[in-house]
C-alpha cells in the first residue's frame, strides 16, 4: 500500500521528507522492523519507542511516525502526530482494509468473568453451525491456527491483522476480550463491535489506572463508541451497570438473577461439576446444565446467552452451545484425583475473584478448604492484604507461596499479604510453589478440596529476568503420580 494512502487521515502536525513509498507493513517494535515497514514510535509504560528509531532505520524501515520530530540520517518520511497510540490504530484499520465491518465482532470486558463468558459464547456460535475466532488471555484462534497469547488485547496493529486473518478464513464471527489497557492505549478505537458485553467491576490494576473511577471509564469507553443498531449487554446485578447503560446509545440487554432482566436464572441445584438453572427470556422458560461450578459461572453463562441473542440465535441452539462448553483452562479446572480429596486450579488472582471462588466452594465442599496462592510482583500492591484477607475469612488452611514475583523479593510480597491476616490465625508460608502444592495435597483427607490460585492456565512462572516453565495443573498430577501416600 502507498504511504499516501496510509496516511492521508492521520490529524498529523508535521510531514518531512515525504516520498510516496510502498509499505509493506506497520510496527511499534523495532525487533519486528523488515525493509518496507512503518516503524511507529509509541512512548510505552517502560520503555519509549521513540529511542529505537535510529534502530528501526537500521532494519529498513522506510517511514516514521512520532510525537516529535528527528534529525536523521537518511532522508526518509517521517510523520509527525499528536498521539502515536492513535495513529497505529488508525494506520493499522486502513493496511487491513478495515476488517472488523466484515464480521461479527463481539467483545468482552470487565474484571472477572472475560474469558469464562468469551469461551462460552464462542461454543454457542459454533453449536448453531460458524466457526468463530477467539482473542483473548489464554490464547488466539483463527481457524486451527492457535497462537499463544502475549497480552489479553494484542496491539492494534496485531489486533487488525488477526481480524483481517479471519475474515480471510471466511469465519463469520470474533470473540474478544476487551482490557482497561487496551481501551486506553486506543488498541480497539477502530473495532466496530457488533455487541458488547460488561460482565462485572471490582478494584483491579490501580496502579496503572489510580482511581477506579479511571478503571471505569477505561471500561466504559467499549460501550461509548458502540452504534445504535449493537447491542450492549450489562449485569443487572452489577451496581456499576448503570454507569454503562448512561454512556451507550446500543440497544441494552439485561441479565441477572437477583433484580429485574431481560434474561434471568433461577438456580434449581448445585454440585462439584455442574450447576442447574431455570432460564428465563421473552416469556420462555427452559432447563439448562452449565458445565462448571459456581455462582459467578451462572453470571457469565448468562453473559454469552444474552450476546448470543444479540447475534440472533434461538434458544434451543444457545442452550445446546452452553450446555457442551469445553473446560475452560485454569478456570475452576479439576485436576484428575483418586485420593478421596478434590484438587481444583483457578486463576483467581484479585480479592473479588478469590472470594468469589471460595464462597462457591463452601456450599458444595463437605470436608475443609485448602488454599495455596500468592501475589505477583510488580503488580498492585494494594491488593496483597485485600487477598490475605479473604484467604483468612474463607479457607480452612492455607499457604502462602509464590505467584509470579518478577523483579520482587518473594518474602516481601508474603509480608503485604499477611497484613490481612488476623492476628494468631495458623497458616503457613513456603516461598517455593511446589513446594506449597505439595504440602497442600498431603495435608488433605477424605472430602477436602484443595484450590491452588492465581495462575490458571499459565504454563510458567517469573522468576526475576528468569522464565522458568510451571504449569499447577501438571505439578499436581505429578506429585500425585510421584507420591503413592497423598
Known amino acids: 500500500m502507498k504511504l499516501s494512502a496510509l496516511v492521508h487521515h492521520l490529524d498529523s502536525v508535521g510531514t518531512y521528507n515525504f516520498s510516496d513509498v510502498e509499505i509493506t507493513g506497520i510496527t511499534n517494535d523495532s525487533r519486528k522492523v523488515r525493509p518496507g515497514c512503518i516503524f511507529v514510535a509509541i512512548k510505552g509504560y517502560k520503555t519509549d519507542g521513540h529511542n529505537f528509531i535510529k534502530k528501526s532505520l537500521e532494519s529498513g524501515a522506510q517511514a516514521i511516525v512520532s510525537e516529535e520530530r528527528f534529525s536523521l540520517s537518511q532522508k526518509i518520511p517521517q510523520i509527525i502526530v499528536c498521539n502515536t497510540r492513535k495513529a497505529l490504530s488508525s494506520l493499522s484499520c486502513c493496511f487491513y482494509n478495515n476488517p472488523s465491518q466484515k464480521i461479527n465482532v463481539v467483545g468482552v470486558t470487565g474484571t ?94 490501580m496502579d496503572y489506572h489510580k482511581t477506579i473511577s479511571n478503571y471505569m471509564d477505561a471500561k466504559v469507553k467499549l460501550f461509548k463508541d458502540l452504534k445504535k443498531d449493537s447491542f450492549a449487554i450489562l449485569n443487572a446485578d452489577d451496581e456499576s451497570s448503570g454507569y454503562f447503560a448512561d454512556r451507550t446509545s446500543a440497544k441494552i440487554l439485561w441479565y441477572g438473577i437477583k433484580n429485574n432482566a431481560d434474561i434471568k436464572a433461577e438456580i434449581c441445584k448445585e454440585s462439584t461439576s455442574n450447576i442447574m438453572i431455570k432460564l428465563n427470556y421473552s416469556g420462555r422458560e427452559i432447563d439448562m446444565k452449565i458445565p462448571f461450578m459456581g455462582l459467578h459461572n451462572v453470571y457469565n453463562s448468562l453473559a454469552s446467552v444474552a450476546s448470543a441473542i444479540s447475534l440472533g440465535f434461538e434458544l434451543d441452539i444457545i442452550k445446546a452451545g452452553i450446555e457442551t462448553a469445553p473446560v475452560v483452562p485454569g478456570r475452576l479446572e479439576a485436576v484428575p484425583c483418586k485420593r478421596g480429596f478434590n484438587v481444583v ?14 464462597h ?110 510451571f504449569d499447577d495443573r501438571e505439578v499436581v498430577k505429578k506429585i500425585l503420580s510421584n507420591n503413592s501416600d497423598i
Open 345 to 358: 486450579v483457578d486463576y483467581a488472582h484479585t480479592p473479588h475473584a478469590l472470594e468469589t471462588v471460595l
Open 112 to 205: 472477572n468473568g472475560k474469558t469464562t463468558t468469551t469461551f462460552l459464547t464462542k461454543s454457542v456460535i459454533e453449536k448453531a453451525g460458524y466457526e468463530a475466532g477467539l482473542i483473548g488471555t489464554i490464547n488466539y484462534q483463527v481457524g486451527k491456527k492457535i497462537i499463544p497469547a502475549q497480552e489479553t488485547t494484542p496491539e492494534s496493529v496485531e489486533l487488525q491483522r488477526l481480524i483481517s486473518e479471519m475474515v480471510e478464513a471466511k469465519i463469520k464471527f470474533a470473540v474478544m476480550e476487551v482490557s482497561s489497557h487496551s481501551a486506553i492505549q486506543h488498541r480497539i478505537e477502530n473495532i466496530n463491535f457488533k455487541t458488547a458485553v460488561f460482565t462485572n467491576i471490582t478494584t483491579e490494576h
Open 360 to 469: 462457591s466452594l463452601k456450599n458444595l465442599v463437605k470436608g475443609r478448604i485448602l488454599l495455596v496462592f500468592g501475589c505477583g510482583g510488580d503488580r498492585d500492591k494494594e491488593k496483597r492484604s485485600m487477598m490475605g484477607k479473604v484467604a483468612d475469612e474463607n479457607s480452612d488452611i492455607f499457604w502462602l507461596t509464590n505467584d509470579n514475583p518478577r523483579s520482587e523479593d518473594p518474602l516481601n510480597i508474603i509480608e503485604d499479604i499477611k497484613a490481612g491476616i488476623k492476628p494468631g490465625r495458623i497458616f503457613y508460608i513456603q516461598k517455593d510453589r511446589r513446594t506449597a502444592i505439595e504440602e497442600a495435597l498431603a495435608e488433605a483427607k477424605s472430602d477436602d478440596l484443595v484450590l491452588i490460585a492465581g495462575k490458571g492456565h499459565e504454563k510458567h512462572q517469573i522468576i526475576k529476568d528468569t522464565i522458568i516453565p
